[in-house]
């Protein structure tokens, strides 16, 4: 147990949906963050935020939308997804920015 | 090119055997990750280290600035090894990822 957790563990969508995913932390991290990995590629930043402010990686499409509402808890706001965006998307916190980040175990999401 | 390439890609070993994954990197770093994933997703951070070695059971880690490489060694490895061992470098604002080493470790 990390203290990161995320929901949920598992999702299946079509490509007209919306959905959302979830991430927690009660570490009293102030930095978190969104990765994409795909089956044979490194992991991917999405989106970093830290003291509540967002830090974007400008190749994220914008059918991907994060929100931060408190240092606790940050989403992954998804619409309109190709079935390329079937990935595992992983959370992460860390103290600052430049110390060891704590994963959650992921959402495997598959898109139809 | 990827600014962190990892050695091998895949590894079987038996049980018990010593083991090296390497880890070699093109940017400035601030620090280096040693990352443990299991099947099924969930990630665990091993190390991170800026210098030199450190330990933590049968697991050592070790980097060299000057030659941009670290390794990850597991002495006496066990089945319960077995999973992908990624590195990553934390460099500025940014974080690099390896695409991992998934290691196999048969009884």
């Known amino acids: 147990e990390t203290g990161v957790t995320q929901t949920p563990r598992h999702l299946v969508m079509g490509m007209t949906n919306k959905k959302s995913l979830k991430c927690e932390q009660h570490?009293?991290?102030?930095?978190m963050y969104w990765y994409k990995q795909s089956a044979k590629k490194p992991l991917e930043l999405m989106f970093v935020y830290s003291l509540e402010e967002r830090v974007e990686n400008n190749s994220v499409p914008s059918r991907f939308s994060p929100e931060c509402p408190n240092s606790s808890h940050l989403f992954l706001h998804l619409h309109t997804l190709q079935p390329e965006d079937s990935a595992l998307y992983l959370c992460a916190s860390s103290r600052d920015r430049v110390e060891t980040q704590y994963f959650g175990p992921g959402t495997r999401l598959l898109v139809l | 090119k990827n600014e962190v390439e990892q050695s091998p890609q895949n590894l079987t070993a038996q049980e018990g055997e010593f083991i090296t994954i390497n880890c070699s990197y093109s940017?400035?770093?601030?620090?280096l990750h040693w990352l443990q994933q299991h099947p099924g997703g969930g990630i665990v951070s091993l190390f991170m280290?800026?210098?030199g070695k450190k330990k933590h059971g049968r697991l050592i880690a070790t980097i060299n600035i000057q030659e941009k490489h670290s390794s990850l060694h597991i002495t006496a490895s066990h089945p319960r090894d077995s999973a992908v061992y990624i590195c990553?470098?934390?460099?500025?604002?940014?974080?690099?990822f390896g695409t991992g080493t998934s290691l196999t470790v048969i009884p």
């Open positions: 990553a470098v934390g460099a500025g604002d940014q974080f690099y």
């Open positions: 280290l800026s210098s």
């Open positions: 940017v400035g770093i601030s620090a």
């Open positions: 570490l009293g991290h102030n930095a």
